[in-house]
């Protein structure tokens, strides 16, 4: 591509080389980072208020096991489902405008969040937010791709990958401290000033840049994906929240969730101007790259869910103590998400993103060792085990869809690198959580039989081991031997956490050996079988 062509112009300054990238690009990457932060910060802020948010009213919303999971969910599906579109009108009307118009609704809906007054309330303004935050992610790679040079693009989407980890370890700790001095609205409110400050850096730093042939808007294509996803997720939550695998209320959500997906593959390979070009996916090597994304952060979002229910719920941690127990996790992307670019450009993609992909699985295994009184000095170390080799997963991925691409279809890139994170983070809440609570249930249930609870009520009791301490709270003044139930329901919990960490384990096995079958090895091409417009393998190995 030649150096100044209208793709690398910015619309308010000189044009963009190839070569040496935008001057102010490493400032640029700071502001970008730092408007990062509202988006990730939210779904780390609030998987620590989740227990609070549980609680009945006045100090909670009395959210049930499947409204929580409905609570993230709702955001992440929305957002998922309009990242193309988003990208596509960045494109279009620029990149720099959209990003700033997608900060500002994202202000807007953090206060809606805030003030809701029933879990319904903030099921939907998190889905309002998700359609917030859906302008914001592929934005911030967009302009990456845009100011900076290929050889720099690994190291500069390193920072942005680790700027996730921090999110996640600030996350946590912000949240713990402000439900500790404030109500649970207040993990929301804190993304305004971040936004106010960002938008402001925005104004005077980052370029406008846009496609100079942008894509066209595929509304069936974004309808079909959506209500798929939605439709699909539903039934994997309600099987999970009334353990009825075998009616219809179940399954059929499942079924015609499915059947929409198919659909939407078909009307995408079809029509002339998709959403997602599906035809992307026949190149391996790039599947395997978006594969690795997805699955990674199925294992990691599914296993933060159930964690913080660990730490606060069994282990009896405020929020702020169950929020700095996330930084050894944290910490350890924050250290080592800069450092992939190097060990990537010296051992290939192929070996770092499999022995990530590898490690995730053993650390995700090792929570077997996790018990109701073990050493939290174990659970540490394993959480650190997590968070490097998420490090060694997500920026060579990362880099690999982005620079399959040409620069004028980087918020294609960027949309599709954000979809599969956001979709696979969603099944894994969704997934995840439905094992936990059946596991849960099958292990508390009969021991609730068993102490005189009615078969009714103890199938709602069961539902998760908030309800069933809060059953205990409510009962323990009429029927003082209900205390005896907390031990069996965390001793319950830990079995069911054991169960959902060895099923994420084998989610992260099978992407390793996808990646170790579809990814080429060090220097390898990508073969002749490629559709026109799909990504080529060598940029991807040597990035």
Request: net charge positive; hydrophobic share 55%; with cysteine.
């Amino acid at each position: 591509m030649a150096q100044n062509s209208p793709a690398a112009r910015a619309a308010d300054g000189p044009p963009i080389s190839d070569a040496a990238g935008h001057p102010r690009r490493w400032l640029i990457l700071g502001v970008l980072v730092f408007s990062l932060l509202v988006v990730v910060l939210d779904n780390t802020v609030l998987n620590v208020a989740l227990k609070t948010i549980a609680l009945p009213k006045p100090n909670g919303l009395g959210a049930s096991q499947s409204d929580l999971e409905w609570s993230i969910n709702s955001y992440t599906l929305i957002f998922a489902g309009l990242l193309f579109t988003w990208g596509i009108l960045a494109d279009r009307l620029g990149r720099k405008r959209i990003l700033m118009l997608g900060m500002v609704l994202f202000g807007i809906t953090s206060v809606l969040c805030a003030y809701a007054g029933s879990p319904g309330e903030l099921i939907a303004a998190r889905a309002a937010m998700g359609f917030a935050g859906a302008a914001i992610m592929p934005s911030t790679l967009a302009v990456i791709a845009n100011v900076f040079p290929r050889h720099e693009q690994g190291k500069a989407i390193g920072v942005w990958a680790g700027s996730v980890g921090l999110a996640v370890a600030i996350g946590p700790v912000v949240g713990g401290a402000l439900l500790d001095s404030f109500w649970w609205g207040s993990v929301f409110l804190i993304n305004v000033p971040i936004i106010i400050i960002g938008l402001i850096a925005m104004t005077f730093l980052v370029p406008e840049s846009r496609n100079p042939n942008p894509g066209r808007l595929d509304p069936a294509g974004v309808l079909l994906s959506m209500a798929g996803l939605v439709i699909f997720v539903y039934g994997v939550i309600h099987g999970g929240d009334t353990g009825q695998w075998g009616k219809p209320a179940v399954w059929g959500p499942l079924v015609i969730g499915l059947a929409l997906l198919a659909l939407f593959v078909v009307w995408e390979r079809n029509t002339d101007h998709p959403a997602l070009d599906v035809r992307l996916f026949s190149n391996r090597p790039f599947s395997a790259a978006v594969i690795s994304v997805a699955l990674s952060f199925f294992a990691m979002m599914g296993s933060l869910f159930f964690l913080t229910f660990y730490l606060q719920s069994v282990r009896g941690y405020t929020p702020l103590q169950a929020g700095l127990w996330v930084l050894p996790f944290a910490a350890a992307q924050v250290i080592f998400s800069p450092l992939s670019a190097n060990v990537v450009s010296r051992f290939g993609a192929r070996t770092v993103s499999f022995s990530g992909l590898l490690l995730i699985a053993v650390a995700l295994s090792l929570y077997q060792f996790i018990g109701v009184h073990s050493a939290m000095w174990v659970y540490g170390v394993i959480a650190a085990l997590q968070g490097i080799a998420m490090a060694l997963v997500m920026p060579p991925a990362t880099t690999t869809v982005m620079t399959s691409l040409p620069r004028e279809r980087a918020g294609i890139g960027s949309s599709i690198n954000n979809t599969v994170r956001q979709v696979g983070g969603a099944l894994g809440v969704a997934v995840l959580g439905t094992v936990l609570t059946s596991a849960y249930r099958g292990k508390i249930e009969p021991v609730l039989t068993g102490s005189g609870v009615p078969a009714g009520v103890a199938h709602d009791v069961s539902s998760s081991i908030e309800a069933t301490q809060g059953f205990v709270a409510q009962s323990a003044a009429q029927h003082p031997q209900a205390v005896q139930l907390l031990a069996p329901a965390d001793n319950a919990f830990v079995h069911a956490l054991h169960v959902s960490t060895l099923c994420a384990s084998g989610v992260a096995v099978l992407a390793a050996l996808l990646v170790l079958a579809w990814l080429p090895r060090r220097g390898a091409g990508t073969g002749s079988g490629a559709p026109q417009g799909a990504p080529q393998a060598a940029e991807s190995v040597t990035a």
